[in-house]
């Protein structure tokens, strides 16, 4: 995996090629435009990440913020990681389909989806995932996950 050690978002967009730089940029936007409110963005583990704030939940396993998602140009695509999918089994379902309803074809690993251009994404899918899970959810969840 490719890890910046740009300081800000903006950094490590300035760091990509000019057409990795578009693609990152416009998945950049989806998310921010679609944040639920609480949620903040950062750079964090060598790519952009927008997280839930240590003030606000500290009690994590490994004493890092819990990670949203996340953003990544990798040496053959860009990558956005979907903790707030990977979560829940049924939103990664739900996910899929309508991606594969809005008719595009889906490149995605546990929680990444993956894209080589800009006109693989499902814009109105993804901001639609990004905003369905609020803060509260997520923290739900992800102590769900750590109950077991």
């Not at 819990?66 to 990664?92: G, I, W």
Request: proline share 5%.
């Amino acid at each position: 995996m490719v890890s910046s050690k740009a300081a800000t978002p903006e950094a490590y967009l300035d760091e990509l090629p000019p057409d990795r730089r578009e693609l990152a940029s416009r998945l950049r936007d989806i998310v921010n435009g679609n944040l639920p409110e609480g949620y903040v963005e950062r750079m964090n583990w060598g790519m952009i990440s927008w997280e839930l704030p240590l003030q606000r939940y500290p009690d994590t396993y490994n004493g890092q913020p819990l990670v949203y998602a996340a953003l990544a140009a990798q040496k053959s695509h860009t990558a956005l990681y979907l903790n707030c999918v990977y979560a829940s089994e049924e939103r990664t379902q739900r996910l899929k389909k309508s991606w594969s309803d809005a008719g595009k074809k889906l490149d995605m690993g546990k929680s990444c989806l993956r894209f080589k251009r800009a006109d693989q994404v499902a814009e109105e899918v993804l901001a639609d995932t990004i905003r369905s899970i609020p803060v509260e959810t997520f923290i739900a969840e992800y102590e769900a996950t750590r109950a077991k």
